[in-house]
């Protein structure tokens, strides 16, 4: 071994952000040394796929760098933890977290199409309320709970690199990393979590998958925004796609314009503000436009590309890639952090001192790890085809055929029953059933092919049976793909 300066832990966490503390928690909770290295300093890997969505000379006005410490961070994503992730919290012991942040109560989303709108409730069996809250707040708030936990210590640094067995340059042993004053320091354990969030550095040690982009969330903060339906999440079903709001505190609303492609206005010629008044503005409810144009004027605008990653089984010995970091999905459904607290509750149980007595039975730890892969898929399968479903749907923009999906969604809503309860738990990370998903995706495409075929005169059925047909083509092309990366064993 290097005979540079070394520490000892049972495990490494590298990452504090959401999925990182949780991980710490958990672990530490169940009796193990936990090191927890937290760095918000921009990879890389971020300026180079920021690179590709606006010119560097608009860079700094859109992303906000941090320095290398553990100051709250600001973000536009990770705002708004549906009641699968509030229960999930619960099962780590860290439902307080959600507490002392300005934390506004979501019940559930009203989705606006047109003059009409339906309003879908958080209706699934035992969900209780979902949350929305400031990003930077809920991560200090989980930070401070790692923090306290006595097993855990904490630092703010870069890891620069994962060490590996002399004898076996596959088995992750370490990490070694640097702080403000030092550099090149190593840590040692027998198992590395690695949590480092959708610009992972060290994705590649495990999930060799390219990560897709297909639009960007542009961000702005509203205050005193008027929502059509306080204490709930609101989609606006707009060219080209689709439009969020929802509260994130006392007096600010978050709302997200999402962006179909990799490359969005600029922000330097004034493109931004022609964009937001000329396209989005006037798709507003009148409630919202005060304030969103106020929001527009102010000029600080924030973006945020939205990934597409499939999940790859953790087989590397010694090392587990945990959240964003191995599985993403586009975030218009808000899943994210559901997913990956719901895998830190499975991952401490698999990985319990019960079940693997000492990590450093590399052997059985994999054993473990492998079944997590299988195991998650029931909630985190559902989660991930619904939003990149869901997100197609939504964004149809001209594609009439597609139009005809969305048109259907709105009007299976609007049956309600089960045609809303069963969707809802899904979303809400509630009902963990990817069967019931596809069941009710393709009765959406039914419905809209039936209500294609219902629109008149009589002469143009032809015409309609084309185009009702070619929706459910459509249906096909935009949900097997997706079930296909998720039965995928790598």
């Known amino acids: 071994m290097p005979s540079l300066p070394t520490v000892e832990f049972d ?58 410490d553990w100051k709250e961070p600001d973000r536009i994503v990770g ?33 606006i199409q047109g003059g009409k709108s339906i309003k879908l409730p958080y209706s699934y069996e035992d969900a209780k309320p979902g949350c929305a809250f400031h990003h930077g707040k809920f991560i200090m708030s989980l930070r401070t709970h790692a923090e306290s936990c006595d097993n855990v210590t904490t630092l703010e640094g870069t890891v620069g690199s ?31 979590v690695v949590a480092d969030g959708c610009f992972s550095r060290f994705r590649k040690e495990v999930n060799k998958k390219p990560v897709s982009v297909k639009s960007t969330f542009v961000g702005l903060i509203l205050e005193d925004c008027k929502l059509p339906s306080p204490n709930h999440g609101h989609v606006i079903l707009a060219q080209p796609s689709p439009i969020l709001f929802y509260q994130i505190g006392t007096h600010e609303t978050r709302a997200l314009i999402d962006i179909p492609g990799t490359k969005i206005p600029s922000l330097t010629n004034g493109a931004m503000q022609e964009y937001m008044l000329n396209t989005v503005y006037p798709q507003l409810p009148e409630s919202i436009q005060p304030s969103f144009k106020a929001a527009v004027d102010n000029n600080k605008f924030r ?6 990653l499939p999940a790859a089984t953790n087989d590397r010995p010694g090392m587990v890639l945990l959240g964003d970091a191995n599985n993403m999905r586009h975030p ?31 052997a059985m730890v994999i054993t473990q790890v492998k079944k997590l892969h299988w195991q998650r898929k029931q909630l985190s399968s559902a ?9 197609a749907l939504f964004a149809a923009g001209d594609d009439l055929n597609t139009k005809v999906l969305q048109d259907g969604c709105f009007g299976y809503f609007e049956l309600g029953g089960i045609c809303v309860s069963t969707p809802i738990g899904l979303l809400s990370g509630m009902l963990h059933s990817p069967s019931s998903l596809i069941l009710h995706f393709f009765a959406v495409a039914l419905y809209g092919m039936y209500l294609q075929m219902c629109k008149g005169p009589f002469y143009l059925l032809p015409l309609h049976f084309y185009r009702a047909f070619m929706a459910l083509v459509n249906a096909c092309v935009i949900v097997f793909p997706l079930i296909f990366a998720e039965i995928q064993f790598r």
């Open 11 to 68: 495990v490494i966490v590298v990452g504090a952000g959401i999925v990182g503390c949780a991980a710490a928690t958990a672990f530490a909770n169940d009796g193990r040394k936990v090191l927890l290295i937290g760095s918000l300093m921009l990879s890389l890997l971020h300026l180079c796929v920021s690179m590709l969505i606006i010119p560097l000379r608009e860079y700094l006005a859109v992303y906000n760098f941090s320095e290398r």
């Open 79 to 111: 705002e708004l933890l549906q009641p699968g992730g509030i229960k999930a919290l619960e099962q780590l012991g860290m439902q307080d977290c959600v507490k002392g942040i300005d934390a506004i109560t979501c019940n559930g989303y009203r989705v």
């Open 162 to 192: 994962l060490l590996t067995d002399s004898e076996d340059d596959n088995t992750v042993v370490g990490v070694s990393y640097s702080t403000k004053t030092e550099k090149a320091k190593l840590a040692y354990a027998p198992l590395t």
């Open 303 to 308: 973006s945020m590309p939205n990934s597409f």
């Open 332 to 362: 218009l459904t808000g899943g994210g952090m559901t997913v990956g607290f719901c895998d830190v509750v499975r991952l401490k149980q698999l990985l319990s001192r019960e079940n693997v007595p000492d990590l450093a039975d590399h």
């Open 383 to 391: 989660v991930n085809i619904l939003a990149n479903a869901l997100y």
